[in-house]
């Protein structure tokens, strides 16, 4: 196959599907050596070492040509160079990977004209050319957000059943076939974004979440600071720097002129998981009276030259826009040490992050459970640090008391003083404990919570957990220096 890099950029769809024809073939003569049919991705052959070799290689070819593909049609379009397909995948927002399905699944529909669908795992096996286990993980985040308007407008449920595949099956929903179709005839009018949006299935922005392309969700935060059990001495340090941050106060006394950059606040939570740092970011964002921007890291990282630069940037620019409080869960996967970082582009990912932070002016929340992996140079950067710890004995009590519905209607034997104290769960553990005596009194039709049923449930959880015998307290749950929740 040619090189693109170094050929003249495609002009028009045939020289657009003609050339994605040839990487379609390399797809097929990978299928035809994993399942000996280029078309049925079923009964995997054994991974003798002579396939694995021959897999490689065809890999190795993929990712060539598909590179020189997608940077041959960026190009395309800064030179104002119109495709179908691309007009197509800007209508309904799609990122590179989601392009990358529909195609594979156009072109098996034009070549093998059935009802045959494909499971995530077989278009995920397909598609992944690093052979990498941990990308076809990450992947399957496509695939399991159905909300997506991927999902519901590119792809469609397999009518044919199998009556040994218990999962859903894919083939490419046949309106994209007629647009696209219809665009390679001329057919212009029609397929604007404006005439689709009428079609299309809106989430009103003050109702549930609305995906902001690329880089992951914009949705109202549902906690506020009364939510959250905290030391009050941390909760008086996490106040100073957000009033700090209202009114423009850095502009009203003049320290935006003397301190020109940094002057955003980024909080770090770390501790263990389930300790209820998510559910603090989220109070911060109701205090600011401000929505979240919740990051997902697997829609933010590509394989693609220069895509993942784009989505960082695209976070803060999004923040900037609409004025949101950004919150990035786990963050050692963005901003991960670049000591450990294998490969030059794994660097700039995290140089390109840390540029960003320096940058932004507005409120950005960390958080991880392995802050020992993240990068020195982040720390200079970071407003205030919390630590997530164990709730004490207090504090256990006050989430056990804030649980209990108002209207719920409760023994006299009921005493949070003797759960605190018999069970050391964090905030995260005592809901999940709640809920569980919550299923006891469901179950028994029952009108009134007891002691027992709190005990049972308590007991449940107890037991779900991961927890050292050596130790009084348990493996898994932590709360912020005395938050609880």
Known sequence: MEDLSKTQLMTGDEAYLETYQQIY?????????????????????????????????????????????????????????????????????????????????????????????????????????????????????????????????????????????????????????????????????????????????????????????????????????????????????????????????????GISKTIKKGTGTAFLFYGLPGSGKSMMAEAIASYMKKKVLAVDYPKVTSQWFGETDKRIAAIFSQARKKDLVIVLDEADTLLYSRGYAGQEHNIRFVNEMLQELERFEGIIILTTNMHTLLDPALERRIALKIKFELPDQKIREDIWRSHIPKEMEIDADVDFNRLATAYEFSGGNIKNAALNAFRKLIQSKATRLTMGMLIAGADIEKEGLYYSRASKRFIGFATASGAGS
């Open 25 to 253: 073939q390399l797809f097929c003569q990978k299928a035809q050596v994993l399942y000996g049919n280029p078309y049925a991705f079923e009964n995997p052959k054994v991974q003798t070492q002579e396939l694995c070799i021959e897999l490689a290689g065809i890999n190795e070819e993929i990712r060539r040509v598909e590179k020189d593909f997608w940077i041959s049609v960026e190009r395309c379009k800064e030179a104002a160079q119109v495709f179908s397909v691309e007009k197509i995948a800007d209508l309904h927002n799609l990122d590179v990977f989601e392009k990358r399905v529909m195609l594979l699944l156009i072109f098996l529909k034009i070549n093998q004209p059935s009802d045959q669908g494909y499971s995530p795992e077989q278009i995920l096996q397909i598609l992944d050319v690093n052979n990498s286990v941990t990308e076809r993980f990450k992947n399957l985040f496509y695939f399991s957000n159905k909300p997506s308007a991927f999902v519901k407008e590119i792809l469609m449920v397999s009518q044919r059943n199998y009556p040994r595949v218990q999962e859903m099956e894919y083939q490419i929903n046949p309106k994209i076939m007629r647009q696209i179709s219809s665009l390679v005839r001329g057919e212009v009018q029609g397929w604007s974004k404006a005439d689709q949006d009428s079609e299309r299935v809106h989430v009103p922005e003050n109702e549930g979440r609305t995906n902001v392309r690329d880089i992951g969700s914009v949705y109202a935060p549902e906690y506020t600071l009364d939510d959250v059990h905290l030391n009050p001495a941390v909760k008086e340090k996490v106040l100073l720097f957000l009033d700090g941050c209202k009114d423009n106060a850095f502009e009203k006394f």
